[in-house]
């Protein structure tokens, strides 16, 4: 355990942030990037996400492996039989887990279900407020009803890489989670390129035109934040899964909503692939200053953690102020031309690439 | 002996009224709704910090110092970032995230002067309270008597700068219609700015009034946003008669029905207290969406009368 490197660690949990990230902001760059819905209450969903990640499956396990005591009284002593048990139970963890996932994307989609009430009544401001509103509910919520998370105090999540030998298990999780986020980059460029993304764009840009050609602009926002919001619940429970702990207090509007829209504002909006170039720039930039934080933290009279965010704010300000269409700028949608459909790997490329 | 309780509602009803005051003055200006706003209060909290433990005097020397402080910092966020960004067509929503950064860079500069003042002064600078060096007025601590009589002055003395001075119908004409405005010969990017500085002050002199009272902490801001915002909504977001309204109320409903509610039910309803401004917002968007403002109460009252 003393030898691993800590470059390598330093790496590895880099690839994971960065996963997790970019599954959320592409999520929200669907949703207003590409919808023009600012959902200031992006928290929500992860929030939930990682509820359900911090509930669920530890549960599950405890009633299988007639584990004693209570999931949130004896937390500890539970997660740590549930973690024994996972090393001889491999394939059946996989279906709690995979379970999981799907408990988490359909209480994240329903969650989305009833944002999506007032996005389609309110205006762009209103809306902010009242999404901002309901974002703060979910710490409310989490740090107060202890059933749920813990509380105030918190809980473990069973490790599911229980059965990796320890000093493999953070690489192993890094990989499993840019896998993900890879599926999750291609699900969403290939939403955007299909009928759903264009109208998508189409109401955005201009909603009566939208609307006098037939789209219902209505069901298409009610779509795209239930389908956004899913994807970010599952991204707030490999979170949980990852950290393998959950607290509610954790999920505050910073960390889950106002730095994700910076990352896709400095990446640039309604793309992509900007999204994971300033979901990368972020994610470097914080853990870089965490990284060197002991070495000059004796030089000024405060925590650094301070400065970290008087940058991240100022960046994003200069951003905003002189560059407002971020590092890569939404390219003009190509429809025609087209003719003859690739295939296979071919296709794979495109999406990737072109 | 009064219940305490009852100073708790009145103080805190009479600084939500002075927050959403300047949160409705500056939305009626730009459109925009400043998520900055609640810390241009914690400004004032430090201010009366600073008063009291560091230059050792009257705690309300801070609320002008307060007033002006905040409100050069609401003049800078508008002239240097919301003003640069209106005028190169940036959407509503990325002028409110604009704000948001704003908030971020003003909290961490709290943090860093909390940080300071514990360093270089010894202070308590994070989760203190000031009540002890308050001044007493009929053996009461004066803050109860003082945060009331200065909100009524206070929105008297607007209401007559906006109804009966040049200024006044300046500023009504510019909210109204800027265009128009310009061309008659207002200035309207003074009067805008007037107008943010007046809201920022606001914001301050009722943080340096709440550290009197309330908590004091560098992250304040973010917890006493909703409740502003509950405030502003209800009041109707476009009239500032409303937002006196709407302050009181959810000033009161906070502090009193999370009290009544807690007697009737239990304790353990305390500390839902900060889902009571979200439901005042989700309830008056969904069935009054303009606020108390907006309710036409004539029409309501021979309607009531009828039956």
């Not at chain 2, 009544?260 to 069935?287: D, H, K, M, Q």
Request: with cysteine; aromatic share 10%.
């Amino acid at each position: 355990m003393a030898s691993i490197d800590p470059a390598f660690i330093f790496i590895t949990d880099l690839i994971a942030i960065f996963s997790i990230y970019a599954i959320i902001n592409l999520s929200l760059n669907l949703e207003f990037g590409y919808g023009g819905i600012p959902n200031f209450g992006k928290v929500l969903a992860v929030g939930a996400g990682a509820f359900v990640a911090a509930s669920v499956p530890g549960r599950i396990i405890a009633s299988i492996a007639n584990i004693e005591g209570d999931y949130i009284q004896n937390n500890l002593s539970v997660v740590a039989a549930a973690d024994i048990w996972i090393i001889d139970n491999i394939g059946l963890t996989l279906v709690i887990f995979l379970f999981t996932f799907v408990i988490a994307a359909v209480v994240g989609g329903g969650l989305g279900a009833l944002t999506s009430y007032p996005a389609l009544r309110l205006r762009g401001d209103y809306l902010a407020i009242t999404l901002l509103a309901f974002g703060e509910s979910i710490r409310i919520i989490g740090n107060n009803f202890p059933p749920l998370v813990g509380g105030t105090l918190g809980v473990q999540v069973p490790d599911p890489l229980s059965f990796v030998p320890d000093e493999l298990r953070f690489p192993t999780a890094s990989i499993i989670l840019i896998v993900m986020a890879a599926v999750a980059y291609l699900y969403c460029e290939m939403t955007i390129r299909s009928p759903l993304g264009r109208s998508l764009r189409a109401v955005r840009d201009n909603e009566l035109a939208s609307a006098s050609l037939g789209k219902d602009t209505g069901r298409v926002r009610m779509k795209t934040i239930i389908v956004a919001s899913a994807l970010a619940a599952i991204a707030g429970a490999l979170y949980a899964i990852y950290t393998g702990s959950t607290i509610a207090i954790a999920f505050d509007r910073s960390s889950w909503t106002f730095w994700p829209f910076l990352m896709i504002l400095i990446g640039g909006l309604a793309n992509n692939k900007g999204v994971l170039v300033g979901t990368l720039l972020f994610v470097t930039l914080r853990k870089v200053i965490i990284f060197f934080k002991d070495s000059f933290e004796w030089v000024v009279p405060f925590d650094v953690v301070w400065l970290d965010m008087l940058l991240l704010g100022a960046i994003l300000l200069v951003v905003l102020l002189f560059r407002p269409q971020g590092v890569i700028v939404e390219k003009p949608t190509h429809t025609l031309g087209q003719k003859t459909k690739a295939k296979g790997v071919v296709r794979i490329f495109n999406l990737l690439f072109r | 002996m009064i219940n305490p309780v009852f100073f708790d509602a009145a103080v805190f009803a009479s600084l939500l009224v002075l927050l959403s005051l300047g949160l409705t003055l500056t939305y009626l200006t730009t459109k925009v709704p400043n998520f900055a706003h609640a810390s241009f209060a914690t400004l004032g909290v430090y201010m009366t910090l600073i008063a009291v433990r560091v230059w050792d005097t009257n705690p309300y020397i801070a609320v002008p110092i307060a007033f002006l402080l905040s409100g050069l910092v609401a003049i800078t966020l508008y002239v240097f970032i919301l003003k640069p960004l209106a005028r190169r067509g940036a959407t509503e929503a990325i002028q409110m995230i604009a704000t948001l950064a704003f908030d971020m860079i003003l909290i961490a500069g709290l943090n860093i002067m909390a940080d300071y003042l514990t360093e270089g002064f010894r202070i308590k600078s994070r989760e203190f309270t000031l009540r002890s060096y308050d001044l007493e007025f009929m053996d009461l601590p004066m803050i109860v008597f003082i945060a009331p009589i200065a909100v009524a002055a206070i929105g008297i003395t607007l209401y007559f700068i906006l109804k009966k001075t040049k200024f006044g119908i300046a500023v009504r004409a510019s909210t109204e219609n800027p265009d128009l405005s310009g061309t008659v010969g207002i200035n309207v990017n003074a009067v805008y700015g007037v107008a943010w500085m007046i809201a920022g002050g606001l914001a301050g002199v009722a943080g340096a009034l709440m550290a009197l009272w309330f908590l004091g902490d560098p992250n304040l801001g973010p917890l006493l946003l909703p409740s502003i915002f509950a405030a502003s909504i209800a009041g109707g977001l476009m009239s500032i008669f409303g937002a006196v309204a709407g302050g009181l109320l959810v000033g009161l409903a906070e502090v009193l029905g999370t009290r009544f509610l807690a007697g009737e039910l239990g304790s353990w309803l305390i500390a839902y207290r900060p889902l009571i401004p979200l439901i005042i917002i989700a309830v008056t968007l969904l069935f009054v969406p303009n606020g108390i403002a907006g309710i036409d109460w004539s029409k309501l009252r021979s309607k009531i009368w009828r039956r």
